[in-house]
């Protein structure tokens, strides 16, 4: 896997000390690219932003968090190019329209979805995709 297709719930453990946090490091170090929907960064800072609100993570760090992750290499793929696929997807599998978007880029870019999002690979189980995502 040459550049993983990285959700928002793995990257958070790039920050915070939470369940998973060293697997997602170990992933985070040795790959110098990796691939992301455009929703990426709104569903990271919306992360953020809840941890924020349960006083997980101080405001000021909060913006530290948001500025550090811009700076990593994620490829950045828009919405305006998966967006057929990821509704097909959506409309067909038991998944929602945006975990639709990660597999979308996944089957696009030809690499895997790691996650940390149990329903999202949970509903991947029985449909033809099922090798396309992995769990943290």
Partial sequence: MNAPVIDACVAIKWFLPEEGFEEAGSILNSHN????????????????????????????????????????????????????????????????QYDACYLSVAIEFNQKVITADKRFFKGMRYTPYHNLVEVL
């Fill in 33 to 96: 690219r990796m691939i992301v929907p455009d929703l990426f960064f709104i569903e990271f800072d919306a992360i953020v932003t809840k941890k924020v609100r349960q006083q997980l993570v101080e405001p000021e760090d909060s913006s530290l968090i948001i500025q550090e992750i811009r700076k990593l290499p994620l490829e950045v793929i828009s919405y305006s190019k998966i967006h057929k696929l990821a509704f097909d997807l959506s409309s067909a599998l038991p998944i929602t």
